[in-house]
């Protein structure tokens, strides 16, 4: 590779890898996990750069490489299964700075649990759109869905939540 | 005038961002309760997404670092002269190591009987003595 495509590479994975991360995260529910398959999807993505076509969807090209990945160890990763069972039930470190956040622990912890109790598919997509730099059309691009139907999920989702937490 | 009941699935979906239908926007406009308690699910449900955000506010406790081997010069130049040296040696040792391959000739054989049938003029001339 030369020097110049390679701080091209640099330059596009610091952009893009609290994207990444957090997408990860999003799945995985836990940030060692995430952390692993952050590292992973730039290290794919470095051997098949060559097949993205387009460079200017390089962010939803590694995205979508991060969730299918995330997804991937989900599947095989008993111990990230039961993780991900435990956080309904345990409130990780990170849980401090969100209730410091949303100035209401309690709350905090209401809708988190709120969420984990969502469909897979509108929890996904919950998450998702919680992130910052993403916006439907990426969702769209990252769940290979239209993105009339991300905005059906988010919809349908949000008013759960709004239901659940009312109560 | 519609009961208020009615119009109480109408609240969460305009609360989660859904354009009130003609009926409900007109009962909006009437009733002081309902137009409250759809301020009050708005503003609960602005709640929800601002956890949410920060939820999903995680970071990476480092940056990612790209673990690729950039080509150096200097690098190029060692493997390659590793690789010339490598293949004289094995270039030596193939010629020293293999033997004579069976069917090939190594000396050809020559009778010496065409030589030494041959006149030289060193012959004892008989007619001299």
Not at chain 1, 6 to 27: L, P
Not at chain 1, 68 to 73: G, I, P
Not at chain 2, 70 to 79: E, S, T, Y
Not at chain 2, 84 to 91: D, E, G, N, T
Request: proline residues 3%; charged residues 30%.
């Amino acid at each position: 590779m030369k020097t110049d495509e390679h701080a091209d590479f640099e330059h596009r994975v610091q952009e893009n890898q609290r994207t990444v991360y957090r997408i990860a995260y999003s799945v995985l529910r836990n940030q060692e996990d995430a952390e692993d398959v952050t590292q992973e999807t730039f290290l794919r993505a470095h051997e098949k750069l060559a097949a993205l076509r387009d460079p200017a969807r390089f962010r939803t090209w590694v995205a979508q490489i991060g969730r299918r990945l995330a997804l991937n160890r989900l599947r095989t990763n008993a111990r990230a299964r039961r993780r991900e069972q435990a956080a309904t039930s345990s409130v990780e470190p990170q849980a401090i700075d969100i209730a410091g956040i949303a100035e209401d622990r309690v709350f905090a912890e209401r809708v988190r649990s709120a969420i984990d109790r969502l469909p897979g598919k509108l929890r996904e997509v919950v998450m998702l759109s919680a992130i910052e730099d993403l916006d439907h059309a990426d969702i769209a691009r990252v769940l290979q869905i239209p993105e009339g139907t991300v905005r059906s999920r988010l919809h349908l989702a949000r008013k759960q939540l709004l239901r659940t937490l009312d109560q | 005038m519609t009961n208020c009941r009615e119009h109480d699935a109408a609240l969460d979906d305009v609360a989660a961002g859904a354009a009130a239908n003609i009926d409900f926007a007109t009962h909006l406009r009437t009733c002081a309760g309902c137009a409250a308690e759809l301020e009050r699910r708005r503003a609960l449900l602005a709640r929800i997404d601002e956890v949410t955000r920060a939820l999903m506010n995680v970071s990476l406790s480092a940056d990612i670092v790209v673990h690729v081997d950039r080509p150096q010069p200097w690098r190029i130049a060692v493997v390659g002269a590793v690789l010339a040296a490598a293949l004289v040696v094995l270039f030596v040792a193939g010629h020293v190591l293999r033997g004579p391959v069976s069917g090939q000739t190594v000396v050809t054989w020559q009778s010496p009987t065409a030589d030494l049938l041959r006149p030289t003029e060193s012959v004892l001339d008989t007619r001299a003595l």
